[in-house]
């Protein structure tokens, strides 16, 4: 049983197929990247799998069952979890409040109008371990909003990893950041993720981060998969070559 199955995944507007007869699946463990030019329909699958938009066809299922149709919410206490193109972190809460709510979602307590203080200090605890975990531990008490974007970046990681999940999205997770920033954060996801059965599923322009960090790589173009392989095959790919790259040009 695979982690994450879709089935001819189809998303139109009107006349457009956004997204048109996709297969994906993802094992656990497994690291694999989403690639494809601008327009492909990456963002749209990837809302698709989330629970953000609704499918006009096809079939998702997570950890053996049907979840398309569920909300984002639902899909989040079953164990996927996202980060986002653009931040989404609270801007005006501290670094470690951004990731202790993530902490608490996750508490059978969660609902409870008051936390007890034993639960106040061991989500704190807990929150605390993942931002040490990302290297923000000295950073806690500051305000996301007034973070670097690289910090902003990593700490959208720590948050999604606090919600403890089996398939973790990654929607453009070095976007914005320079040259050695993005680097360091591909050798902290390879050591976070690196005896652990977190599934990601990763949505990456920089090629050097997909060729870094992806088990597999998926290729997307006008909506419709050209390729499924492993990153030397799909990298060597002349259809891949043509609809991606450029003809002539191969990704180093």
């Not at 305000?143 to 990893?161: K, M, N």
């Not at 919600?163 to 040259?179: A, F, H, I, N, Y």
Request: proline fraction near 3%; glycine fraction near 8%.
């Amino acid at each position: 049983m695979s982690l994450l199955e879709c089935t001819g995944l189809t998303k139109k507007w009107g006349a457009l197929a956004a997204v048109s007869q996709v297969d994906i699946v993802v094992e656990a463990g497994e690291v694999v990247a989403l690639i494809g030019p601008n327009g492909a329909g990456k963002s749209t699958l990837f809302d698709l799998i989330a629970g953000r938009v609704t499918k006009t066809a096809g079939a998702v299922s997570f950890r053996g069952d049907r979840v398309d149709g569920l909300s984002a919410a639902a899909l989040t206490r079953l164990g996927l979890s996202r980060t986002y193109q653009i931040t989404a972190l609270f801007p005006n809460l501290t670094v470690l409040e951004n990731v202790r709510l993530a902490v608490q979602a996750c508490k059978p307590a969660r609902r409870r109008p008051l936390f007890s203080k034993s639960l106040h200090d061991s989500t704190t605890s807990e929150a605390l371990q993942w931002l040490a975990k990302v290297g923000l531990n000295a950073r806690a008490n500051a305000l996301a909003g007034q973070l670097s974007h690289g910090d902003q970046r990593l700490t959208e990681i720590a948050v999604a990893l606090a919600m403890r999940p089996k398939l973790l999205l990654l929607d453009e997770p070095t976007q914005g950041m320079s040259v050695e920033e993005t680097r360091g954060t591909v050798e902290l996801l390879k050591s976070l993720l690196k005896d652990t059965d977190i599934a990601v599923l990763l949505v990456e322009h920089d090629l050097e981060v997909v060729f870094g960090l992806a088990h597999r790589i998926v290729v997307l173009d006008r909506g419709r998969k050209i390729a499924d392989g492993l990153p030397d095959t799909v990298k060597a790919d002349p259809v891949v070559q043509q609809a991606y790259l450029g003809a002539g040009h191969v990704a180093h």
